[in-house]
């Protein structure tokens, strides 16, 4: 399986912009600029951000797929995401975390039950992975009750 996406950028870092487009699915065309990444989005996506976005989608499939293996009926998955860019000495900017917090109302788990399926859900998510290769991960979940 592959997907794709495109950017299309015009003139400098500074000034220009950019649009970040969905190929695969044409789901989405979303403006891109340096000051949507360093500053207040003004209605721009980032990198950073279809980032989060990304790895929340992964995590919540797969904490959906977890929580059902464990016996539990998925009344409703909410994760949020925050990827944290920061300067590391000597390799400029790097994605140095992403923090997963997940909120569920699942029929049949308590809350050891949830917990233990985010765990395995973590472990399962190719984007975890991929981001544990070079930052921080972390996840907390939490059980609401119905």
Do not use: N, Y
Request: proline share 3%.
């Amino acid at each position: 399986m592959s997907r794709e996406a495109s950017v299309g950028w015009t003139g400098s870092l500074s000034r220009g912009s950019g649009v970040a487009s969905a190929s695969s699915s044409g789901a989405f065309d979303l403006p891109v600029t340096l000051a949507s990444r360093i500053a207040e989005p003004d209605g721009k996506t980032s990198p950073e951000e279809l980032l989060a976005a990304a790895h929340a989608a992964c995590f919540a499939t797969s904490l959906a797929g977890e929580s059902a293996r464990a016996g539990g009926t998925v009344e409703r998955i909410d994760v949020r995401c925050t990827v944290t860019m920061d300067e590391v000495e000597g390799k400029g900017h790097q994605i140095v975390a992403s923090d997963l917090h997940a909120t569920g109302r699942v029929e049949g788990l308590d809350v050891a039950g949830f917990t233990r399926a985010a765990e395995a859900a973590d472990e399962g998510c190719p984007f975890s992975a991929l981001l544990r290769a070079s930052a921080s991960v972390s996840v907390r979940a939490q059980l609401e009750s119905s």
